[in-house]
């Protein structure tokens, strides 16, 4: 029996889909999702494993056109780093905003000699005349291997998808063990869980203004039955930001404490004991050091 594998990468610009898509074909939640753009900020490896094959998908930051700081730098390096070990490159565009304005990432597609997949996504809802209209202006853009309809969140076209990538997956070795599903560790997810729940729970520049680093992560006992106990320390720029994130009477924080250990408790299948603080960080998102702590700058 041959095994296949190899890396197959998603871009696209913020907020089209990518991370959607990786869920879908896992099968599981791999990464945060939400409806703001510049949800994920790192390149994530989500594994999917067979006997016969093993697929390692690579989500990656949404390709900023116009970056304001080094945080925004280091993301769409991420973002463009993932044309160095692609075997099979999705290109994912939103049909409900089907902007491909960048000349610098079609010149990259062109020079790729591997398989490219242009994916169409959130086609619920879309006309066929209006689907085809944008896929005859994305054609010539570089040679699409194959065209496919998806909606991620309502499962529509991700098992084409998913038989179309093992069609054009190499013969190769395992790179990961078959029991892994991701190359980053616990306290990285639990971090995103938290920073999904800023996503959701506030608004304006708050959400993009933070960053969660998990500085404790520690399995105990209580009552003879295994809990998790969590320090997490929200990064902020100012004060004012503290106060919004604290919230009145600390209202706010504690939402957030409530909504993220229920997250990381689905996530880790355990109890969690989560404890949140927040600290002013000014600049952090120029700061290299900072930006090397938290994983974007290596």
Not at 169 to 179: E, T
Request: hydrophobic share 40%.
């Amino acid at each position: 029996m041959n095994h296949k594998s190899g890396f197959v990468n998603i871009i696209g610009l913020p907020n089209v889909g990518k991370s959607s898509i990786m869920n879908a074909l896992l099968g599981d939640k791999m990464v945060i999702v939400t409806n703001k753009p510049q949800t994920t900020r790192h390149r994530i490896f989500g594994i999917m494993n067979a006997p016969d094959y093993q697929v390692v998908f690579s989500d990656t930051p949404g390709i900023i056109q116009q970056t304001n700081y080094k945080m925004q730098k280091a993301m769409n390096d991420a973002a463009f780093s993932t044309f160095e070990d692609a075997d099979i490159i999705l290109v994912v565009i939103d049909l409900s905003n089907p902007k491909f304005a960048l000349e610098e990432l079609a010149t990259k597609l062109q020079k790729q000699g591997v398989p490219k997949l242009l994916i169409l996504n959130k086609c619920d809802g879309k006309s066929e005349q209006e689907i085809e209209t944008i896929k005859q202006a994305l054609l010539p853009v570089c040679e699409w291997q194959a065209v496919l309809e998806t909606s991620a969140t309502e499962k529509i076209g991700i098992e084409k998808l998913k038989s179309t990538i093992l069609e054009l997956l190499p013969i190769g070795p395992a790179y990961y063990p078959k029991d892994q599903l991701s190359d980053k560790p616990e306290r990285f997810f639990v971090a995103e869980l938290i920073r999904e729940n800023i996503l959701k729970l506030y608004h304006q520049e708050i959400p993009y203004s933070t960053e969660v680093a998990v500085t404790s992560f520690k399995e105990k006992e209580k009552d003879g039955k295994p809990i998790i106990h969590i320090y997490a320390i929200i990064f902020c720029m100012r004060r004012s930001q503290k106060g919004i994130l604290l919230g009145k009477g600390g209202q706010s924080i504690k939402q957030l404490g409530i909504d993220s250990r229920k997250s990381i408790e689905d996530y880790l299948k355990n109890q969690v004991f989560l404890e949140l603080h927040v600290k002013i960080k000014e600049k952090w998102r120029d700061n290299d050091n900072l930006l090397k702590s938290f994983g974007y700058l290596h």
